[in-house]
C-alpha cells in the first residue's frame, strides 16, 4: 500500500499549528507496515483540495484525509470528495442521535449546521467519534482506499487507533497480529547503542529493531508479527532477552514510561519518601514528579534553593563549605541532600546544585554537576559534566537524578 | 504570488519529527503577505520528488525547499533539481572556504563527501549559512522561483530571516518595510477580545491586526507596511493605542515577552525578591521562573510543599488551619505567602494551592484554586476556578500568579 496523508486547514498554511496529525499517523502506519510516500497540507478551499486529491489518487492508493469534517461552511472535505466521486451525503443516525443528545445534556442549543456533521459518503465504512460530534468514514472507490479523520488530535487520534488501524489491516488482508513494544534506555549514546547491538539489527527481521534518539535518552522500538498474538510476544521476549544481556544498565523502561514515572513506582513500591533540593533545575524536577497524579504518596516535596541565602538559612548548609568550595560542590550537595531529608522527615533526600549558563559559576565551566542522594545508609554524591544549552543541562540533570536513584533503590 | 513548501526527509514520512519547518516559514511568509497554498512533504526519493517537483510547478511560482542539502548520498534536493531544470553543479568558493575552515579549526578529518555540500546550481544566488555547512541558494527558472533551504531548523531559520526574507520581498518589488508587532493578553478569552474590539478589526487594513489564541492566553498580531519604517511604526502605535485604550487591564506584553519574563523584569526594575510556596504547582512556578538567566538576582527560591507535613513542618502552617479549614483553602493560601516570604527573607511571597485532579480533595472539586500574595503591606488572596487537565490546571495557576502579582507590583 502507497499511503498519501492529506491535511485540510488553512490555519495549517498559515503556520498557527504545525502539522503533527501527520505525523502521528506517519508513526503509527510505519507501525503496521504501510509506507507513506507524500503528506500534503491544502487550505479550506474546494478548488485547491480537488487538485489535491486528483494528484494523491494518481500516486497513491491510500488517502488519508484529516480535518475539514465540522460544523462550519468552511468545513468541506466531505462533501469535495463526494462531488469527485460521484457519491452522495447520507445522514447517520448514530452520529445524529449523539450530536441530539450532547446538545440536549447540555442544554446549549442547536444550530442547523450541526446536522452537516451527521452527513456520511453513502457506502462508507462510519468511524466513530467517541471524543467528539464528526464521524470519520473509510471507502474504497477504484481501489482506493480513502479515509476521512477529524482534524482535533483529541478526536482523531482515539479515532484511528480503535476503529481506523483495524479497517486497514482488515483491507490488507492482514491476518497477523503485529505487536510492538518500546525499550528505553538512558545513559547511552544512540551510536554507542547501535554499536553495541549490531549484529542483532542487522540479522533481525521479526520482530524488527528501529533505534531513535530524542532528549538524551535512546529508545528501540521492536515490532513483530505472527497470526497469534501470544507468538507475536514471545518473540520480542526472546529479542529483548538478547538485547538486554548486553545493555542492561542502561536500560530504565517500556513504552510510555518515563525516568520520573519509573522512579516514582519505584519508590511506591520500596515504600519510600522523597524530599529534593533544588539549586540548579530550581523546581524542574519536583515540577515532573508531581506532573504525575498520586505522586503526593511518596513525595514530601522539598525546597528550590536558588540563592546562597536559602541555601543556608532554610538547609542550613554550613557557610564555610559555601565560602570556601562554593554552591556547586560535592560538600554542597551533600549537605543539601542530607539536610532536605532531614527537613523534611523522608527516606531519602536528593540535591541538584551546579552551573546551567549561559555564564560560568564560581569559576566552574557551564555544565559542571553535582547530585547528592542521602539515604538512612549515608550520602553519595555524582559528578557530571553536561553540554547543551540551559534547559537542555537542567533537564538532563533532573534526569540523571532519576536514573542514580533508580540504581541505589534496585 | 503562491508559495508552496516542499520538506524533504524520509524521517517526516516515518513520524520520527513533525514538519515545523513547514510551519516557521509558513508565518514568516503570512507576515510578509506571501499566500501559502500548499505543504508537501516527500522522501529522499529522487523520482518522487521529481514528481512533488513537477506538480508544484504547474501550481505555484515560489517553490522553498527545506532539506536533503546535506554531505551524504540520501541528500538529493539540489541534485534533482539541477537535473529537472537543466542546470549544472558548481562550487561556491566562499562557501568551501568556510567548510575547510571548520574542518580544521575542529582538527576533524574531512571527508570527500564534504565537497558536494559546497555545490550550488549554476546562476543562483547562494544564501550564506552562518550556523553549518550547507549553503542555500535562490533561483528564477521560467517565472518560478526556486529557494532551496537546509533542514535543521537551526540552520534554515536563521538564513531564512537574514537572506531568503530580503531576496523575496526584492524579488516581489517591495519597496515596502514590513514591520509587525505582537501584543499580548492574559485573563481574556479570544471571542471576547474580539467582540471588543470588533470595530477595529473589520476597519483595519494597514496595520492588520490577527487574533490567536493558545494556552489560555490571546495575542494580537499588528502588521503594518509603509515605504518608510518609522512611518510603518507610527501606524502600529496609533492602533496599539484604540486597542489598549478599551482592553488595557488584560495586556501584559509584547512580541516574545512571556508572563513569565514580564514578572522577573518587573521584580528587577522594582528591585524586590521573590519567595514561593507551591502546593498544587509542585515546582512549576519556580522552575519557569528559574527557567530564565538572572533569574536569581530576584528569585530568592521557595518551597514546594506538596504535603500537609511540609506545610505544618518546614512552613508553619498552623495545624488548626489544615484540619479546619483544609489546605485548599484561603487561609492556608495565606498563612503559606506570610510565612515563605519570611523563611526566605524576601520582600515578597507567593503561594498556590488548589485541586489538579484527575480527584477531588478534601470535598473540594478540581479546579478549585487559591493564590496568596505577601508583601509588607499585607496578604492578598485570589480565589479561582479553573477547567482543564492537571497539567492544564498547574500551568494557568502559575500563570494567574504572574498576572495578579504583576497587578499589584504595577
Known amino acids: 500500500?502507497?499511503?498519501?496523508?492529506?491535511?485540510?486547514?488553512?490555519?495549517?498554511?498559515?503556520?498557527?499549528?504545525?502539522?503533527?496529525?501527520?505525523?502521528?499517523?506517519?508513526?503509527?502506519?510505519?507501525?503496521?507496515?504501510?509506507?507513506?510516500?507524500?503528506?500534503?497540507?491544502?487550505?479550506?478551499?474546494?478548488?485547491?483540495?480537488?487538485?489535491?486529491?486528483?494528484?494523491?489518487?494518481?500516486?497513491?492508493?491510500?488517502?488519508?484525509?484529516?480535518?475539514?469534517?465540522?460544523?462550519?461552511?468552511?468545513?468541506?472535505?466531505?462533501?469535495?470528495?463526494?462531488?469527485?466521486?460521484?457519491?452522495?451525503?447520507?445522514?447517520?443516525?448514530?452520529?445524529?442521535?449523539?450530536?441530539?443528545?450532547?446538545?440536549?445534556?447540555?442544554?446549549?442549543?442547536?444550530?442547523?449546521?450541526?446536522?452537516?456533521?451527521?452527513?456520511?459518503?453513502?457506502?462508507?465504512?462510519?468511524?466513530?467519534?467517541?471524543?467528539?460530534?464528526?464521524?470519520?468514514?473509510?471507502?474504497?472507490?477504484?481501489?482506493?482506499?480513502?479515509?476521512?479523520?477529524?482534524?482535533?488530535?483529541?478526536?482523531?487520534?482515539?479515532?484511528?487507533?480503535?476503529?481506523?488501524?483495524?479497517?486497514?489491516?482488515?483491507?490488507?488482508?492482514?491476518?497477523?497480529?503485529?505487536?510492538?513494544?518500546?525499550l528505553r534506555f538512558f545513559h547511552i549514546g544512540e551510536s554507542q547503542l547501535e554499536t553495541e547491538i549490531e549484529d542483532l539489527i542487522d540479522a533481525q527481521t521479526n520482530p524488527t529493531i528501529a533505534p531513535l534518539a530524542s532528549d538524551g535518552e535512546v529508545t528501540l522500538r521492536l515490532t513483530a508479527k505472527h497470526e497469534r498474538e501470544e507468538e507475536a510476544k514471545r518473540l520480542i521476549d526472546e529479542v529483548e532477552e538478547n538485547i538486554l544481556a548486553r545493555v542492561r544498565p542502561y536500560f530504565y523502561g517500556y513504552n510510555d514510561e518515563t525516568l520520573f514515572s519509573k522512579l516514582l513506582a519505584t519508590l511506591k513500591e520500596k515504600h519510600k519518601t522523597l524530599a529534593v533540593a533544588e539549586s540548579l533545575t530550581g523546581g524542574l524536577f519536583l515540577k515532573e514528579m508531581t506532573a504525575l497524579p498520586t505522586a503526593s504518596s511518596v513525595i514530601a516535596g522539598g525546597v528550590v534553593c536558588y540563592t546562597n541565602e536559602i541555601k543556608e538559612n532554610v538547609l542550613h548548609v554550613p557557610k564555610e563549605i559555601l565560602q570556601t568550595e562554593g554552591a556547586v560542590s560535592e560538600r554542597c550537595a551533600q549537605s543539601l541532600a542530607e539536610n532536605v531529608r532531614k527537613l523534611c522527615r523522608s527516606d531519602i533526600g536528593i540535591s541538584f546544585t551546579g552551573v546551567a549558563g549561559p555564564d560560568d559559576l564560581e569559576g566552574k565551566p557551564v555544565g559542571t554537576v553535582w547530585i547528592g542522594i542521602a539515604t538512612e545508609r549515608g550520602t553519595k554524591t555524582f559528578a557530571l559534566t553536561l553540554s547543551g544549552d540551559r534547559q537542555a543541562i537542567r533537564m538532563r540533570t533532573a534526569k540523571y537524578g532519576c536514573y542514580y536513584l533508580l540504581q541505589l533503590l534496585h
Request: hydrophobic fraction near 40%.
Open 1 to 182: 500500500m502507497k499511503a498519501e496523508i492529506i491535511a485540510v486547514g488553512s490555519e495549517l498554511l498559515l503556520g498557527q499549528i504545525a502539522n503533527t496529525n501527520a505525523q502521528f499517523l506517519s508513526q503509527q502506519l510505519a507501525e503496521i507496515g504501510i509506507d507513506v510516500y507524500y503528506h500534503t497540507v491544502v487550505g479550506d478551499n474546494p478548488q485547491r483540495l480537488t487538485h489535491a486529491i486528483e494528484v494523491a489518487k494518481q500516486r497513491s492508493n491510500l488517502i488519508i484525509f484529516t480535518g475539514g469534517l465540522g460544523p462550519t461552511k468552511d468545513d468541506l472535505t466531505k462533501e469535495t470528495i463526494a462531488k469527485m466521486l460521484n457519491k452522495s451525503l447520507v445522514l447517520d443516525e448514530e452520529a445524529w442521535q449523539s450530536i441530539c443528545d450532547y446538545f440536549s445534556k447540555t442544554n446549549r442549543p442547536m444550530s442547523p449546521n450541526n446536522r452537516k456533521q451527521a452527513l456520511v459518503l453513502e457506502g462508507s465504512h462510519v468511524l466513530k467519534n467517541e471524543h467528539g460530534m464528526a464521524p470519520g468514514m473509510a471507502l474504497v472507490v477504484d481501489q482506493v482506499t480513502y479515509m476521512l479523520l477529524p482534524g482535533p488530535p483529541k478526536e482523531m487520534q482515539p479515532m484511528f487507533m480503535k476503529y481506523g488501524r483495524p479497517f486497514l489491516l482488515q483491507k490488507r488482508h492482514v491476518r497477523e497480529k503485529i505487536v510492538s513494544r518500546v
